[in-house]
């Protein structure tokens, strides 16, 4: 007989499997719980978190092609007081063995500070994910990740402010990614979690106009193994996998690249039963 394999150590605990629910794919937890046992799951990383409640961009939000999903969801969240008062106190409440990753975004660096300086306090949340991937709007719409030295001053000041661990989520377009992965472990971050969705838009399939959404699904699979491979190589902190998994193998193709933990978005949405029976395949090895 196998003994089942050892808990993940991350984040200073530990994750009784490697399987995330992707950021914005599950809510904040109780909008999926009616369909997926969170128990079973390593974690869930919850939507962006802003300062302000956010509506989101019209209808509609997604779209499917045959490569995957496009989704231009706008970051619409309840706003860090309803995120604090409501959505992690449920969490609190019902999960145990799962850890909660509390995905931050804004539309400049003091955005991410005070939603971080508001939550930080909250025991049921084992790290931060810095959405890097979102516009800032005092430096003409350019994303916080896309120059290292916008990154390093995002990262400085999340770290300053965060008294829990936190993971850099960077987008698979950025020409050296293993290079910003170096600039958020110089600046304190705990891990990186590879990767967001790639720009994109198919004519009239989106309420936001022109201005396009994100492509994720299967078509990322191998974007973000790559991305993992190049960073893995190049910095000393752990890499969260994510893009394209729908299966145990695909999650396999992310651990053999280095990856400690990964997360199931898209194929989640399409079939809420994904990230248990990938959970329990790798369980079984
Ligand atoms: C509908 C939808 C909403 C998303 N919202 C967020 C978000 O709020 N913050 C974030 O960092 N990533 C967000 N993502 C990106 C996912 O977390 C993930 O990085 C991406 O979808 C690739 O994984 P997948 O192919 O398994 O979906 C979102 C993706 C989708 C499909």
């Not at 962006?48 to 779209?63: F, Q």
């Not at 993971?167 to 020409?175: A, E, H, R």
């Not at 997360?263 to 994904?274: M, N, Q, S, Y």
């Amino acid at each position: 007989m196998t003994s089942p394999p050892a808990p993940i150590r991350l984040f200073g605990t530990s994750f009784q499997n490697p399987v995330l629910l992707a950021s914005g794919t599950a809510g904040f937890g109780h909008e999926v719980s009616g369909v997926i046992d969170l128990e079973a799951l390593g974690g869930i990383v919850t939507k962006a978190v802003t300062p302000e409640p956010r509506r989101g961009h019209p209808a509609p939000r997604v779209a499917e092609f045959p490569g995957g999903m496009l989704n231009a969801v706008g970051l619409a969240n309840p706003g860090l007081g309803a995120v604090r008062e409501r959505e992690l106190s449920w969490l609190a409440a019902r999960v145990r063995r799962a850890r909660v990753l509390v995905n931050v975004a804004g539309a400049s660096i003091d955005d991410y500070a005070r939603v971080i300086a508001g939550l930080t306090d909250l025991p049921v949340i084992t790290a931060f994910e810095i959405n890097a991937s979102c516009p800032n709007t005092s430096a003409g719409g350019l994303e916080f990740g896309a120059t290292p030295e916008s990154l390093r001053q995002l990262v400085r000041r999340c770290r300053a402010v965060s008294t829990r661990p936190m993971t850099v989520k960077l987008s698979p377009v950025l020409p050296d990614i293993a290079g910003m992965a170096q600039v958020a472990e110089q600046e304190g971050a705990d891990a990186v979690t590879l990767v967001n969705t790639i720009p994109g838009t198919l004519d009239g399939r989106l309420g936001n106009g022109t201005s396009g959404g994100g492509v994720s699904g299967p078509a990322l699979l191998a974007v973000g193994v790559l991305a993992t491979r190049k960073v893995r190589g190049a910095v000393s902190i752990p890499v969260i996998g994510v893009g394209g998994i729908r299966t145990a193998h695909d999650a396999r193709q992310y651990l053999a690249a280095g990856a400690s933990l990964v997360a199931i978005g898209t194929a989640a949405l399409a079939d809420p039963r994904v990230p248990e029976r990938v959970a329990r395949e790798l369980e079984r090895g």
